[in-house]
């Protein structure tokens, strides 16, 4: 992850900057999202439910169980769309990359900064969502300080590979699949409900799901009991957002610099 930091990425991030000043609208509607579905389903909803199983077996909250989870499909909602759906149009429509390529930049510089731009998005909304976890009493480890460096870990990880499967797309309808991937991620990677309500053999999928391990990372951190489940997760995510990375930077130099 080291060499996202080189200095020509930066110039993408800066361009994105300029073109996203005229588009606020867009910025706060993905930072609100996260808090509706946390006031609507942990807040509303928690009201009717019991208490549930969290880290270590202990007894939580239900707004406590969700708001982790909230957290961790807020980063990755936030990368597949500006890392598939945006990143097609530009790939595709406006020939952008087309334009970048004529400067010094390489493949893999805007690949870098198309990443390290949406994960700005990620940071700056974890950072709101952590701050609202805190006044609201849901964060109960010293542990929680890296969660918002955990969400950025999620959103790397869904971002590599949205712009990798983003090469494959040939046109809007082919977008449908991501929905129909990252919709039942949403629902069944242990977001509203714990490991130990899903039938025996659907609990080897959930904890296959790469939600699961962002969500399960995150309240391990806020609510505590932090082991070695958790660097488990820690090294699926980072293989899958370096693998992700990989082979969207070979493709789009596959495509624009044959």
């Known amino acids: 992850m080291t060499a996202l930091f080189a200095h020509r990425p930066w110039r993408v991030v800066e361009r994105n900057a300029v073109v996203a000043r005229r588009q606020w609208y867009v910025f706060l509607a993905g930072g609100v999202e996260p808090f509706l579905f946390l006031f609507s389903v942990g807040v509303g909803v928690g009201e009717l439910v019991d208490a549930v199983t969290g880290p270590g077996g202990a007894s939580i909250s239900y707004r406590e169980f969700v708001a982790p989870a909230m957290m961790a499909t807020a980063a990755m909602n936030t990368v597949v769309f500006d890392l598939t759906i945006a990143f097609f149009v530009r790939f595709k429509y406006i020939n952008t990359y087309d334009a970048m390529l004529v400067t010094p930049l390489t493949p893999r510089d805007l690949v870098r900064g198309e990443l390290l731009f949406s994960l700005g998005r990620v940071a700056l909304y974890a950072t709101a969502f952590a701050a609202t976890m805190a006044v609201m009493g849901l964060m109960a480890s010293p542990w929680a ?4 460096p955990a969400a950025l870990l999620v959103g790397f990880a869904f971002g590599g590979v949205g712009m990798a499967a ?10 449908d699949y991501v929905f129909v991937v990252t919709v039942p991620l949403f629902l069944f990677s242990g977001t509203f409900f714990p490991l130990d309500e899903y039938p025996g053999g659907l609990q080897l ?7 699961y391990h962002g969500a399960d990372l995150i309240r391990h951190l806020v609510l505590g009991g932090v082991g070695v489940a958790q660097l488990w997760s820690v090294l699926y995510l980072v293989a899958m957002g370096t693998a992700g990375l990989a082979v969207a930077q070979r493709r789009i130099h596959r495509f624009l610099q044959p």
Do not use: E, H, I, K
């Open 205 to 211: 999928l959930v904890q296959a799901s790469p939600l």
């Open 145 to 148: 300080v890296l969660a918002v």
């Open 166 to 175: 983003s090469t494959w797309m040939r046109s809007w309808l082919d977008f």
